[in-house]
């Protein structure tokens, strides 16, 4: 005779197979150096924002879903999560990328910098994110953490753009509220060009 599953045994249940999971993890470390050829190393470090970091990583996880819910750098925000509205743009190694298209395993070597590197040490902003409260340029501020990442990048390869410039690097972050004269604006504007 099967008792019948009560919603308290249900919960019993899950408790104690969490504890045994939990209890099973030092043997799953023990014998990681047993680990088959080309199998994939879960537990890795990454330099986010000059941080070395430790985390644990599926092999099909993608860079935005660790920074977000694993490291909790919330600022990297997941818009369409394919890789075409840009509001989880970082910047790997001085270049900017879709978090959302970006395997998290393909960076353990590089730097990778999101919107809550970019201040100074002493919090103060940068000179993007000044000129875009200045210019009035996030509205609902959804894609504005991505719009200071390719505007940093863009910056930091070419100090004084023109304006066809700002627009060709900004073309990949998409606004809902149809700021993208603000936003050019503020970058301009943190070039030192107010035109």
């Given at each position: 005779m099967n008792p019948q599953l009560s919603r308290?045994?249900?919960?019993?249940?899950?408790?104690?197979?969490?504890?045994?999971?939990?209890?099973?993890?030092?043997?799953?470390?023990?014998?990681?150096?047993?680990?088959?050829r080309g199998a994939v190393e879960r537990l890795i470090s990454l330099n986010i924002n000059g941080q070395t970091r430790r985390v644990d990583v599926s092999p099909q996880e993608t860079l935005a879903h660790t920074l977000r819910y694993k490291l909790g750098l919330t600022g990297t925000k997941i818009?369409?999560?394919?890789?075409e509205c840009g509001a989880c743009t970082v910047i790997i190694d001085g270049v900017t990328n879709y978090s959302c298209?970006?395997?998290?395993?393909?960076?353990?070597t590089r730097a990778v910098q999101t919107v809550e590197g970019v201040q100074s040490a002493d919090g103060s902003l940068h000179p993007v994110q000044q000129a875009f409260i200045d210019e009035l340029s996030p509205q609902c501020g959804f894609c504005t953490p991505g719009q200071v990442m390719s505007a940093v990048a863009l910056l930091q390869e070419n100090p004084k753009p023109?304006?066809?410039?700002v627009r060709h690097a900004m073309a990949g972050n998409?606004?809902?509220c149809g700021a993208y004269d603000h936003y050019l604006n503020g970058v301009m504007r943190a070039s030192g060009q107010n035109s």
């Open positions: 308290r045994r249900f919960i019993k249940a899950v408790i104690a197979s969490s504890v045994a999971a939990a209890s099973s993890s030092g043997i799953h470390s023990a014998l990681a150096q047993d680990r088959p818009g369409c999560n394919r890789g298209s970006t395997l998290t395993h393909s960076v353990r023109t304006r066809d410039e998409l606004c809902r």
